[in-house]
Nanobody, 118 residues
Framework: QVQLVESGGGLVQPGGSLRLSCAASGSIFSVVYMGWYRQAPGKERELVAVFTSGGSTNYADSVKDRFTISRDNAKNTVYLQMNSLKPEDTAVYYC????????????WGQGTQDTVSS
């Protein structure tokens, strides 16, 4: 099993920044990629930013040029730097990890609430 623990969420004003962290533990060898999804009230969970093959990244169009995903392999940790935040970025942000065996986003963190409001 893989455990994912997020931190860094909170309340921020429009135009502000937040940095999320996600530490992975357990059967790390069974994970191939990590990334971030989010779910706003009344909406489906959507991709925010993920790592893909060869160290490449994939971002939602709505966050390109504002959000940056990064990682520290030595710490089994992935980060999401969120700048120029907008009220529509308000959501629960989930860290996720893709299974090496099934190639699905099989592991999820508990989620962290990020609220952008004045």
């Amino acid at each position: 099993q893989v455990q994912l623990v997020e931190s860094g969420g909170g309340l921020v004003q429009p135009g502000g920044s937040l940095r999320l962290s996600c530490a992975a533990s357990g059967s790390i060898f069974s994970v191939v990629y990590m990334g971030w999804y989010r779910q706003a009230p009344g909406k489906e969970r959507e991709l925010v930013a993920v790592f893909t093959s060869g160290g490449s990244t994939n971002y939602a169009d709505s966050v390109k040029d504002r959000f940056t995903i990064s990682r520290d392999n030595a710490k089994n940790t992935v980060y999401l730097q969120m700048n120029s935040l907008k009220p529509e970025d308000t959501a629960v942000y989930y860290c996720t990890a893709k299974s090496l065996a099934t190639r699905t986003w099989a592991y999820w963190g508990q989620g962290t609430q990020d609220t952008v409001s004045s």
